[in-house]
């Protein structure tokens, strides 16, 4: 099964994400994570990239698309892909269609978090991921339990995104409003998509995922 998870910055999808390769084992595929391995490793991707993300803009269609299509050439992605912050422009969605039909492989559901807005911007200015495993954590809603110490790894470095500040966050809803949402009625026309509560709590959206995935 190989799905979408759409929705604005901090709607939620890494969390879903993860979630779903815990329990299904399906293979999270993210172009933001991809895109910040690349600016670490200094690859020329990461140097075109670097600024464009620090700005909260998009980095341009050809590169993510490729990014994508090279990693579904790897096996692991043949029992199932979530596609995480990927298609987001109508040029995106189109080169999906035909990196998935090159591979004779299908696009199942493409589930829209539903989020307010104004609430994503104390989610994302509070996000902090383990620096050592990368679980995400989050000062209000997610704090690791014991304090200062990584639930899964025990590493007790954390980090932050660069552009996980409010004007940064500003800039990239408003790239969502303009560039991606308007990509939904592809998919409603295919009658892929189906709509869950983000502002719930964690396992809520969770188990909505999850049922729509069984149904
Ligand atoms: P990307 O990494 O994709 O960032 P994003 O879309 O801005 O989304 P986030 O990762 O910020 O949010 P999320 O929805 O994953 O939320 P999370 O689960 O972490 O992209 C970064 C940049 O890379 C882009 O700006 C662009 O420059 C570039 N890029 C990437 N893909 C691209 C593409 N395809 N084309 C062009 N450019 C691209 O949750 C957020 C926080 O909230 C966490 O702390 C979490 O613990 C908490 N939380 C989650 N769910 C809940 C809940 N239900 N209740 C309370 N708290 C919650
Ligand atoms: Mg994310």
Do not use: W
Not at 175 to 194: D, F, H
């Amino acid at each position: 099964m190989n799905i979408i998870l759409l929705g604005p910055p901090g709607a939620g999808k890494g969390t879903q994400a993860a979630r779903l390769t815990a329990t299904r084992g399906m293979v999270q595929l993210s172009t933001g994570d991809m895109l910040r391995a690349a600016v670490k490793a200094g690859t020329p991707v990461g140097l075109q990239a670097k600024a464009v993300m620090e700005s909260g803009g998009l980095v341009s269609d050809d590169i993510v698309s490729a990014l994508i299509g090279e990693r579904l050439d790897q096996p692991d992605t043949q029992g199932g892909v979530i596609f995480d912050g990927y298609p987001r422009t109508a040029a995106q969605a189109e080169a999906l269609d035909g990196l998935l039909a090159d591979r004779g492989r299908t696009l199942d559901h493409v589930i829209e978090l539903n989020v307010d807005e104004a609430a994503l911007i104390e989610r994302i200015v509070g996000r902090y991921t383990c620096g050592n495993c990368g679980e995400g954590y989050h000062e209000r809603f997610k704090r690791p339990k014991v304090d200062g110490v990584c639930d899964v790894c025990g590493s007790t470095e954390f980090k932050r995104r660069p552009d996980d500040n409010e004007a940064t966050v500003r800039t990239r809803m408003a790239e969502y409003r303009a560039k991606t949402a308007p990509i939904l009625p592809i998919y409603e026309a295919r009658g892929l998509v189906q709509r869950v509560d983000g502002m719930a709590d964690i396992d809520v959206v969770s188990a909505a995922v999850t049922a729509i995935l069984d149904a």
